[in-house]
Structure formats: C-alpha cells, structure tokens
C-alpha cells in the first residue's frame, strides 16, 4: 500500500501539490475559528456540584449584575487610611463609574469596605452582564486603570485592579505575543538545525512551508469538526498545537528524507529512491502516527472536557501530518530531485559516522551492561516522581509582577484572602419556601466552620425558594487549603446542616478546583491505561509480536517516570515550587509516551528489517543502531528544541511543559531508543518476536539491500572484518 501511495505522489506531483493548495486555501477561508473559554465549569461534567451550583445560580437569580472586579486602594505609605484617604476613594470610584464603561454598571465602596486594620479600602466593580467571561469586561478594566492615575495623582493613594476580569486581563496581556514568539522561536530552531544537518538552504526551508501548508489545513480541520460536532477546541491550545505540527512533522520528513539519501548514496534514480523510501519507512511513520493519533483520542475518556477537546484537535493535526509526510512530502522532492540537497554534495557518499558505527559497536558487545545501566538511569531518575504535588493554584503560574496579582496580595493584608473571590453555598426548598429564621440561623453554622471568615446574610430569589451565602474563605481561592475546604468540611457541613426540607450545594472557584481535582484523579486512573493499551496494539500490529510490545511500554513506562521525576527535581526541589501543573503527568504521559515511542518504533522496524536478512542478532543490532541513530538522534533534538522553546514564555505552567516533553523526548531517543531497547531485544534474541515470525529471514533479502553493500571501500572493509 505505501509503495502504491509513494508512486502515485512521486509521479504525479503537480496535482498532489495541487489538492492539497486548494484544500488549504479552501479550510481557511470557510473553516470556523477556534473560540476560547476560561470558565472552569465549561469543562466539567453535569453531575458535579459546582456546575450544579452554576445552574442552579442561573435559574434562580438571572439577574444581569455581577462582580467583575475589584479596585484595592491603600496609601502610599503603607499606613492606615485617614478619613480624606477614605474620602478620596469615595470620589475615585464615582468618577470611575460615571466613565460609563462598556459591560460595567456601577463602582460601588463605602466605610464597610474599608478593612478591620484600617489600612486597605475596596471598591467593587459590577458587571451589567451575567456572563462573567465577557470578552469586553478586560476591556473596561484596562481602561479604567488607565483613567485611575490621574483621579489618584493628587492624593495619598495608590490603586491595583485585581478579580476575575482584571486577571484575565493580565493573563491575556502577559501571554498575548506567546503563540507569535513561540512559532518564531520553533521556526528559527527547525531551519537553523535542518542546515546543520544538511547543509542545505533548500532543505532547511523546504519542511518548514511544508508544515505551514499543513498547519492550515489541520487548523481549518479542527476549527469544521468542533462546529459540526459541537467540539469544544479552545483555541489556548494553539501554542500546543504548533510545537505538535512542528515537531511531530518535522521527525515525519526526517525519518522519510534520510531513508531516500540512503538509497540515493545506494545508486538509486532520485524518484525511485523516493518510492522506495516511502515503502521502507511508510509503515513505520503510519504506526508512529497511529500511536501518537490513539494516545491522544484516549482523552475523549477524560471528565475534563478541556481535555477532550485537546485530544481530538491533536489528533486531527496528526493525522493531517502523517498524510502529508506520505503524499505532499514525496511530490515536493520528487520535483526537485537532487537539486533539494544544493549546494551540498555530502549526499552522494557515505559518511563515516564514527560516532553512530562506535554506539553500534558497543551496544552489540555489551548488550547486557548497556541495559542495566540504561535501566539504572532511568529508575534514578524516576523516584522524584514519589514527590510529585499537583498544583491548581493558577495565579502562582502566572507571573508575580502582575498588577492583579500584587493588588490581590495587597488586599490579603487587609481582608481574608478569599475576599475577592468567595464560596458560595446555595439553599433549595424541595417544597414550598424557605424559613427565613432557619436562614439565619444557617448562615451562623456556616460561619462558623474553621477556615471560613464570614458569611453573608442571605439573598434570597423573588420566588422565595433559594437562598444564596456568600461565604468568604480565609484562604487564596486557588490555594491547596481553599480546595479541600471548598470540597471537604465547607461541603460536609453545609449539607448536613442543611434545614429539613433543603438541599445545599456549594460553588465557587475552590469549590470548582475540588471537583477538577476529581476529574483529574479518575483521568489518571482511566486514560493512563486507556492510551498504553492503545500504544500496545499498534506495536503489536507492526511487529506482529506480544513479547516485544511489553517490553517496548515498560521502557516508555520507565522513561514517563524518569521525565516526571526530573521535572519535579528542577521545579519543586531546585526552584522551590510549590507543586507542578495539575495537567503535568497527563501531558508528559501522552506527549513524552506517545510522540516519543516514534524512536522506539524507528529502532525496532529497522532492526526487524536487519534481521530479516538472514544475519545474526548482534550483527542486526549493530547494523540498526549505526545507521538509525543519526535519524532518531536530530529528529529528538529538532522535536525536542520545539518543544524547549515553550520555556521561553513567561509562564510557569508552558515552562514546565516545555522542559519535561523536551527532556522526554531525549530521554526517549538517547537512552530508551539507542540503547535500553535494541540491548533488551538483542538479549532476548528470536523471543522478542514471538509468536510471529517476523525475523525469519526474506528469500529476497540478500546483499543488494544491505546498506554496507554500496559503502565506500574502508566501510566494507570495516564491516568485513567485525
């Protein structure tokens, strides 16, 4: 079937071209976009409570206002609020308010916003809109910090804009230029190591527009199944999916291009060494693609819908990579012939490759040795994965300097930290209205539970039959202590003190994180296995063997422990983090596991291919790593470096991605693919194959498909003498 695919794009390259031209002009212009979402609840399943909570909050009190944010005010000097000080932020938040903002209906303070200590005054600004997300309340909050300055200019005060719509501001404002500064970066990285590797501007630039090409194809893709499929594909998974496209595209063309500069250095015409370089590695790229494309469905299991809209949207991108790199790939260099390798002449001779024919050398000899040390260094590392702490608190990956984050700070100093973002529990009559002397009565119990600073009175609907309790935390929202509050005693106790005849339900961002904290606990648990088992199958497919695709994932189960264990050395240990991305182990599980077994299928379809020509399993091995570590080693450093590059954003939670798929993958290529699996297979020699026969040598497997064959003299010699 490859051979056929080869043939058809190789000889008709105009026309392959062509197709896919139109399908990228067409996808983007009539492609929908990817919209994005930062609401929590938009990524939970029905039955959890919080976002039982948000229907119940909808239903009940449609009212058209809400807090958006909040101004923290405090004297310059850091003492406690005079009453001119109190007076100046009477008039501020007036004069604020009358500017009329876009989506803002009021700024409101007063003497009962000033804190107990005196020292840090509030001004609450509601939105005249109930959707909290409003794309336009960033706006407003930008403007009005602008318009602060000179209301503030002659007074003792200083002002910060903190809450929800202010931090999505700065989270928008401080990763605005991320995508633009990381699709630079990944696409100076890729050509810069492409001409290094072969010394060719043609080739350097060639995978680069091959890849934009295909970019918008897969975009467009995503953008039409998430509209026709109701999808959620946030676009914040953009950046994801660059380093994806470019990375994962880039080791496709690779694993095809050194393939047909192999044949070509055999003797071969350059469109037939293309066809016969598609058919040889064909099969490998499409189990490649097909393991990373399963991994990434296995998310659809998740509970987390931003994970099962991450999980298609990869897929897609995969799977328009792989179909590229078997037709649009050919049909570009099947046009340019040779010429793609100019000015460089390297391709017409072997090189000596002594440091690959050395690796190959010793990994034949000492196969035993090799493995337990590979196996060594990889378990070392893993044990810092014993220490892994999730981390939901996403203000700590935001950067500190922040305006919203120092005024939420400034506010602690005053208030309970939880001030500006409360917990709110609900009160539902089954029958009839509710008591309003049990409310009170209620609202103290609340109060009084530990971690709790106050609760409000409670508002009730006009209907009478829900009450609302604004119950502030003492804790930041996002902490580890505010989410087992939220999800522990806080819920505990409002439902068993729940009058008789009424249900509680309890909300709020902690109590959102709770349940994402469940949500990601059962991920662990169901897509983990999910994804392993899926890898598994398709190694089974390619190698027709049960033996060699267990040992394959217990080395890919060793590697994921390694990166993790690493990442929680650098960032925990060495950084002193408070923890890791919550999302971390799912991201490295099915980037670092999935993307990163491409070198693991790579060795093992080479060394099956050595084998079958009727030559020992030492001898095999040492063939297949000399000649496909070259390969492995600069498609994990360009994959690598593209994904690196996300260390640049200044963002914790892209730098601590970037850095463990980055130290993944060459974890996977230097250590798991070069030596751990070659050694394990030479060590269990025709056993790796079984049940199949897969190493049974071809009837038509001789000496003209043997790479030595062509080599110059001093190789043949070498290998003559071994």
Do not use: C
Request: zero cysteines.
């Amino acid at each position: 079937m490859f051979r056929r695919v080869g043939r058809f794009a190789v000889h008709r390259p105009w026309l392959t071209i062509l197709a896919w031209l139109i399908a990228a002009v067409a996808l983007a212009t009539l492609a929908p976009g990817l919209k994005s979402t930062t609401d929590e609840t938009e990524f939970l399943p029905s039955h959890y409570e919080s976002v039982r909570v948000g229907e119940l909050q909808q239903k009940a009190f449609p009212q058209t206002e809400q807090p958006a944010a909040i101004a923290v005010f405090q004297r310059t000097d850091g003492g406690k609020l005079t009453a001119a000080d109190q007076r100046d932020v009477a008039k501020v938040a007036k004069a604020l308010e009358d500017k009329h903002y876009d989506k803002i209906a009021k700024v409101v303070t007063g003497p009962e916003a000033v804190s107990p200590n005196g020292e840090i005054a509030l001004a609450n600004v509601i939105a005249s809109t109930k959707n909290a997300y409003d794309e336009k309340l960033p706006d407003a909050v930008k403007k009005m910090r602008e318009d602060a300055k000179p209301l503030i200019k002659d007074t003792q005060l200083k002002m910060g804009v903190t809450g929800q719509a202010a931090t999505n501001l700065d989270s928008q404002e401080s990763s605005g230029d991320t995508d633009a500064l990381i699709m630079m970066a990944t696409l100076v990285l890729i050509i810069v190591l492409l001409l290094v590797i072969f010394r060719s501007p043609l080739i350097a630039l060639l995978p680069v527009l091959i890849i934009a090409l295909v970019f918008m194809v897969a975009l467009g893709l995503i953008g039409t199944a998430a509209d026709l499929g109701g999808m959620k594909a946030d676009s914040s998974i953009s950046a994801i999916l660059i380093v994806v496209l470019f990375g994962v595209g880039t080791d496709y063309i690779l694993f095809l291009l050194f393939r047909y500069r192999e044949h070509l250095r055999a003797g071969q015409e350059p469109k037939q060494a293309l066809v016969d370089a598609v058919s040889k590695v064909g099969e490998t790229i499409a189990s490649a693609a097909g393991a990373v494309i399963v991994a990434f469905l296995a998310l659809l299991l998740s509970t987390m819908g931003m994970m099962r809209a991450m999980g298609p949207s990869l897929a897609i991108s995969v799977g328009v990579t792989l179909v590229a790199a078997l037709t649009l790939v050919p049909a570009v260099f099947s046009l340019l012939g040779t010429k793609a390798f100019w000015p460089s002449k390297a391709w017409k001779k072997t090189p000596k490759n002594r440091v690959s024919n050395g690796l190959g050398n010793l990994v034949a000899r000492r196969p035993a040795v090799i493995a337990v040390f590979s196996a060594l260094v990889l378990g070392a590392l893993a044990v810092g994965t014993f220490n892994f702490k999730a981390e939901f608190d996403t203000s700590s990956q935001m950067p500190q300097k922040l305006e919203s984050v120092q005024a939420n700070k400034d506010m602690q100093r005053g208030f309970s930290a939880g001030q500006g973002d409360p917990a709110m529990v609900y009160l539902k009559a089954k029958n009839g209205k509710l008591d309003k002397a049990a409310l009170e009565d209620y609202r103290g119990k609340l109060a009084a539970i530990d971690g709790v600073g106050s609760a409000a009175p409670a508002m009730t609907n006009p209907d009478g039959d829900v009450a609302q309790f604004s119950v502030v935390l003492k804790y930041n929202p996002s902490s580890d202590k505010a989410i087992k509050l939220a999800g522990g005693p806080l819920r505990d106790q409002a439902h068993k003190a729940a009058p008789q005849g009424t249900e509680a339900l309890v909300g709020g961002t902690s109590a959102v994180l709770s349940d994402v904290e469940d949500a990601v606990s059962h991920d662990y648990k169901v897509v983990f296995p999910a994804a392993g088992l899926a890898i598994m199958i398709i190694l089974g497919l390619l190698l027709r063997s049960l033996v060699a695709p267990l040992y394959l994932m217990i080395a890919v189960a060793l590697g994921f422990g390694a990166t993790l264990g690493a990442t929680v050395w650098l960032f925990q240990d060495i950084q002193h983090k408070s923890g890791l991305l919550f999302m971390l182990p799912v991201i490295v599980y099915l980037f670092v596991v999935a993307i990163g077994t491409d070198y693991n299928i790579l060795m093992v379809a080479r060394l099956r291919e050595e084998v079958r020509r009727g030559v020992s399993a030492r001898e095999a091995i040492r063939t297949a790593v000399a000649q496909s570590a070259p390969t492995i080693a600069s498609a994990a450093i360009i994959l690598a470096g593209t994904f690196g590059v996300l260390m640049v954003a200044d963002n914790s939670m892209l730098q601590q991605m970037g850095f463990a798929v980055a130290f993944g993958i060459l974890l996977t290529a230097f250590i798991m693919a070069m030596l751990l699996v070659p050694t394990i297979t030479s060590l269990l020699g025709h056993k790796a194959w079984w049940p199949g026969h897969q190493d049974a040598p071809r009837p038509d497997a001789g000496h003209a498909n043997n790479p030595y064959a062509t080599a110059p003299e001093w190789q043949q010699g070498q290998h003559a003498r071994r």
